[in-house]
């Protein structure tokens, strides 16, 4: 297994930074993985290792804002940008475009956790990259109150009335949340108290949006679940979440979300939820059952022996 740290330019002002994984005995896979909202691609080592010990090729980048995807003017920590949502979105696609000029006859798989599901359905919508399955992880819920919410957030950042905003604090404040780990802060990522405790003390996941990121990536959610957005009606989808995660309506908002996605045109549609387990369900204590499960739903996709 071979890490090489990389970057590519997403204008002259901004590199994006990327990992890419390299296996021994490659099986014909990449997998490109698209983080969480406040977070950064090293989180997700041991999810990349354990795919390439299996012979996938794994290419993880930190979103624009966040992680060294930063330049220190107009991109910093919970800044993305001016319409910094669909710049993520286009940044994903230009490492899809490295991707595809480095394996050429590779399937491409692409997982996205949290707001990386959100940008994952996105380029998915775009149509402009060839996907042979995506995996959404921990994906948001669609909302009747979201266009309200795109609305009010619009004018509060216009007035200049809001300028950051804590999403990790707007989760705690669920009833149901707050009856989680015995009031221990940041207990709707996992139940897993270790992860929290890191994550609560990482200072690359201690930020908040600015009101300008946060009202581009609600409008990116109102696309991701809009009627009027297609997918590839082969495109084949595996929704995994915890039934306890806050972010996808504890399993409710993961259905909704499923037949969302049908209604834009995709018919292999597969949804697995995990009883007790939360948002960050790649860092739960049994998250090598997940991976496994994610695996074995892949290999039977991809309709690949070699797998």
């Not at 299996?54 to 319409?83: A, C, Q, T």
């Not at 996941?205 to 297609?230: D, I, M, Q």
Request: with cysteine; glycine share 8%.
């Amino acid at each position: 297994m071979k890490q090489s740290n990389l970057h590519f330019q997403s204008n002259p002002d901004l590199n994006i930074y990327y990992h890419q994984y390299t296996p021994t005995d490659p099986v014909g896979v990449v997998v490109q993985i698209a983080h969480g909202m406040v977070e950064y691609k090293e989180r997700y080592a041991w999810l990349c290792e354990e795919l390439c010990s299996r012979g996938y090729d794994v290419f993880i980048n930190d979103h624009r804002g966040h992680g060294k995807s930063v330049n220190g003017s107009d991109v910093f920590l919970g800044e993305m940008g001016e319409d910094g949502f669909e710049e993520a979105v286009s940044d994903l696609e230009k490492l899809s475009r490295i991707i595809k000029e480095q394996f050429p006859n590779h399937k491409h798989v692409l997982l996205g956790h949290s707001m990386g599901s959100l940008l994952s359905r996105r380029l998915a919508q775009k149509q402009n990259i060839l996907l042979d399955a995506l995996i959404l992880v921990g994906t948001p819920s669609p909302s009747i109150l979201l266009p309200l919410s795109v609305a009010v957030v619009g004018v509060l950042k216009k007035l200049g009335l809001i300028h950051q905003y804590d999403i990790g604090k707007i989760f705690s404040k669920h009833p149901r949340v707050r009856r989680f780990g015995g009031g221990l802060r940041g207990s709707w990522l996992c139940k897993n108290e270790q992860i929290v405790e890191t994550y609560m003390n990482d200072s690359l996941c201690r930020f908040n949006f600015t009101s300008n990121s946060f009202y581009n990536l609600l409008v990116g959610a109102r696309r991701c679940f809009s009627r009027f957005e297609k997918v590839p009606k082969d495109l084949k989808v595996l929704f995994v979440s915890g039934a306890d995660d806050v972010c996808g309506d504890f399993s409710k908002g993961v259905v909704r979300a499923m037949e969302c996605l049908e209604k834009q045109g995709a018919s292999g549609v597969v949804v697995k939820l995990f009883s007790g387990l939360r948002h960050e369900i790649l860092n739960e204590k049994n998250k090598e059952e997940v991976l496994l499960e994610i695996l074995s739903w892949l290999k039977g996709v991809l309709s690949d022996k070699s797998l």
